[in-house]
């Protein structure tokens, strides 16, 4: 295989043909159904559905196939097979549903408006995940201009991860037999340390949440009147976070929260934090002369990856401050994110949350914490020397560095339910998601040269796994 070649067709691929249906892609407000109920009738994601199919479509791969699978009442799911020289499936994941606009973007860029800023595309959905079916296909396409072989590739682009993957059980159980056995599992929905190696993940956490309501009375009352009689409900919200969170160090004290770390997952963490540095909290958007929790590296880096975090994520009965008047409010709503380590049963935490929040309520009032998403970490299998091998070698060839390895704070559901239905396949986990890209928040970016370089190692050790298969 020419390296170069390749690098020059994938860059060609990206600038001739991908980048403006992506930028078509960012226009539409395609959130999942988690942010968009009515999702079926605005009509957003078929319109993305159409707009990826017919952009597939015109690539031509030798033997390509593209169909898009519905359920009733489940979001689309599309197709592509791509037959290969061997019966082995790889099979390749990505998604195109998008999280809510979200405020804060900077002065001249919207979620919805695709701005092309030297080396950075803007735009929700860019980097997460409306990158991962022009990287998967253009990196097939690579190895077909030069007649590489390579095995049968599937490609799975979903339309619910940003929900928690509700819908991709259904599709999974009913393709199983039509997959055959899954060899070699890439995704292309995480993130990256830096932008100057290929970074592989090795570890996700899971994600339980949920709403507490905290109720004292049936309606607002005057402060003045009640204030020291009545007990506010902020106060036993906070009562309540005490039982799970501390405070002080915003440690979580739910023991089926908390697992031993891997001696492994601790060495890549002193490896990360060495190509890392400062770099792991000074690329967040501080304000003022704000702190991370910690100073050391290596413990940050498995803070995010290996240990339980609470978020407050939203909230309902405090009023905007413009019409906060005198009055002692009758409840308070918080939304609850929980990232829970790999290893951890989300079930069984979100069970022990229920308990621990809505036993004895302080005062007697009415609390109620209700589960709406509980999905498992889950941590990767050993790679086996071929591909620890090839991945290196792609790194070195395509960004001038070794590959690195780190656990990730995200959650991607359709990894541990691959795990568990192909426990011999081999896993390469990767993205473009690295520093200040903010795929949740305002200013999302994707690094285009980054996502050139993942799209030339994705070719490279699809084409490395042909050899290994061909040898063994």
Not at 245 to 262: D, K
Not at 326 to 336: D, F, G, S
């Amino acid at each position: 295989m020419n390296n170069q070649q390749l690098y020059t067709y994938i860059e060609q691929q990206w600038q001739d043909s991908a980048l403006s249906t992506l930028k078509s892609y960012i226009e539409i407000p395609n959130k999942s159904p988690l942010f968009d109920q009515d999702w079926q009738k605005n009509g957003h994601i078929e319109a993305a559905i159409k707009l990826i199919v017919n952009w597939c479509n015109q690539q031509m791969l030798e033997g390509q196939s593209v169909q898009v699978l519905r359920l009733p009442g489940r979001t689309p799911l599309l197709v592509i097979e791509i037959p290969g020289a061997l019966d082995q499936t790889v099979l390749l994941y990505g998604h195109l549903d998008k999280q809510p606009e979200m405020a804060g973007w900077h002065e001249g860029l919207e979620p919805w408006t695709p701005v092309e800023l030297g080396d950075k595309l803007y735009g929700r959905g860019s980097a997460d995940d409306g990158y991962a079916v022009f990287s998967a296909l253009i990196a097939i396409q690579a190895l077909q201009n030069q007649r590489i072989p390579h095995a049968r590739c599937v490609i799975i682009i979903e339309s619910s991860e940003e929900s928690g993957s509700p819908d991709l059980p259904c599709y999974i159980e009913s393709l199983r037999p039509w997959l055959k056995q899954v060899d070699l599992v890439i995704c292309l929905d995480s993130g990256c340390g830096d932008y100057q190696h290929l970074w592989l993940t090795t570890s996700l956490r899971g994600l339980v949440n949920g709403q507490l309501q905290v109720q004292i009375l049936k309606e607002g009352v005057h402060s003045g009147s009640a204030g020291g009689i009545v007990p506010s409900s902020f106060r036993i919200m906070r009562m309540l976070l005490d039982r799970i969170e501390q405070a002080a160090t915003g440690t979580i004290q739910l023991p089926t929260c908390n697992v031993p770390i891997p001696t492994q997952r601790e060495q890549e963490a002193d490896c990360a934090a060495a190509v890392l540095g400062q770099q792991v909290f000074l690329d967040m958007p501080w304000h003022g002369a704000s702190q991370p929790v910690n100073q050391q590296i290596k413990t940050l880096l498995l803070n995010r990856a290996w240990r339980p975090a609470l978020s407050i994520t939203g909230c309902a009965g405090l009023p905007e401050l413009a019409k906060a008047g005198n009055v002692l409010r009758p409840e308070t709503t918080l939304q609850l994110s929980l990232r829970i380590p790999p290893m951890c049963d989300a079930k069984k935490v979100g069970v022990e949350l229920t308990d621990i929040l809505q036993s004895t309520p302080p005062y007697g009032a009415t609390v109620k914490m209700t589960i709406q998403q509980a999905v498992s970490g889950w941590q990767i299998p050993e790679a086996a020397d071929w591909l620890q091998q090839a991945t290196q070698q792609a790194s070195i060839l395509y960004f001038k560095q070794p590959a690195q390895a780190m656990g990730e704070g995200g959650s991607i559901p359709f990894m541990h339910m691959l795990g568990a239905l192909f426990p011999q396949a081999q896993f390469m986990i990767t993205g473009v998601l690295g520093p200040q890209s903010n795929a949740h928040g305002p200013n999302e970016f994707l690094h285009l040269p980054t996502a050139k370089r993942v799209t030339a190692c994705v070719a490279h050790v699809l084409a490395q796994h042909f050899l290994q298969v061909e040898e063994s």
